[in-house]
């Protein structure tokens, strides 16, 4: 099958009609030629609502991480966002609901494999870390830390939503040695 027709198939998804809230509407973007994958956790409430990936406060944080201005980041053939799950899975106790797995079971090796092109992953949050990486370390906060072990072409990243605000501040690390080498490698994946 064609990135086309999966991308098809992947928008018109219904494999967790009524199971999650709201409508079912799959978020994501790619294309061949994209060089930088976004590999995210799952669409969240305003996300699902206005269709496109990273519509928020998050993603005015992980644009500003990365170095790039919003039509490079909405640019497919630059920059693909496959988030874990497609749709918004629903809010717990203490924030968004897991992203179901049967979305990742169903459509990320078949997407993934169709972008050859791609020179830079980064992983964002536990779930994502959990299926890009073999040797993640035991917490997030080790992980990112650690983000040099994965190579030049992988980079772990926490969650650009404002409630890691708490995280970022207690892990001033974070801004002062990864966003520099995060932005580097941006530019660098990026250019021709």
């Given at each position: 099958?064609?990135?086309?027709?999966l991308l098809s198939s992947a928008r018109s998804c219904r494999l967790c009609a009524g199971t999650i809230p709201?409508?079912?509407?799959?978020?994501?973007?790619?294309?061949?030629?994209?060089?930088?994958?976004i590999a995210?956790?799952?669409?969240?409430?305003?996300?699902?609502?206005?269709?496109?990936?990273f519509d928020d406060a998050s993603g005015e944080r992980l644009r500003d991480w990365m170095g790039v201005d919003r039509?490079?980041?909405?640019?497919?053939?630059?920059?693909?966002?496959?988030?874990?799950?497609?749709?918004?899975?629903?809010t717990g106790t203490s924030g968004d609901l897991p992203p179901p797995p049967i979305c990742a079971e169903t459509w990320r090796a078949k997407l993934l494999t169709e972008l050859s092109?791609?020179?830079?992953?980064?992983?964002?949050?536990?779930?994502?870390i959990g299926w890009h990486l073999d040797t993640p370390h035991k917490?997030?906060?080790?992980?990112v830390r650690h983000w040099r072990d994965f190579g030049p072409s992988t980079i772990p990243l926490p969650h650009p939503?404002?409630?890691?605000?708490?995280?970022?501040?207690?892990?001033?690390?974070?801004?002062?040695?990864?966003?520099?080498?995060?932005?580097?490698?941006?530019?660098?994946?990026?250019?021709?």
């Amino acid at each position: 099958m064609t990135l086309d027709a999966l991308l098809s198939s992947a928008r018109s998804c219904r494999l967790c009609a009524g199971t999650i809230p709201g409508p079912i509407r799959p978020v994501l973007q790619a294309h061949r030629s994209a060089r930088v994958l976004i590999a995210g956790q799952a669409p969240g409430r305003k996300v699902q609502e206005s269709g496109v990936p990273f519509d928020d406060a998050s993603g005015e944080r992980l644009r500003d991480w990365m170095g790039v201005d919003r039509e490079t980041f909405y640019d497919p053939e630059r920059v693909a966002i496959l988030p874990m799950a497609f749709c918004y899975p629903g809010t717990g106790t203490s924030g968004d609901l897991p992203p179901p797995p049967i979305c990742a079971e169903t459509w990320r090796a078949k997407l993934l494999t169709e972008l050859s092109a791609l020179r830079l992953t980064l992983v964002i949050g536990q779930y994502a870390i959990g299926w890009h990486l073999d040797t993640p370390h035991k917490t997030l906060t080790k992980t990112v830390r650690h983000w040099r072990d994965f190579g030049p072409s992988t980079i772990p990243l926490p969650h650009p939503s404002p409630r890691n605000n708490i995280w970022l501040s207690k892990n001033s690390w974070f801004a002062d040695s990864l966003l520099p080498e995060l932005r580097k490698r941006i530019a660098a994946a990026l250019s021709d």
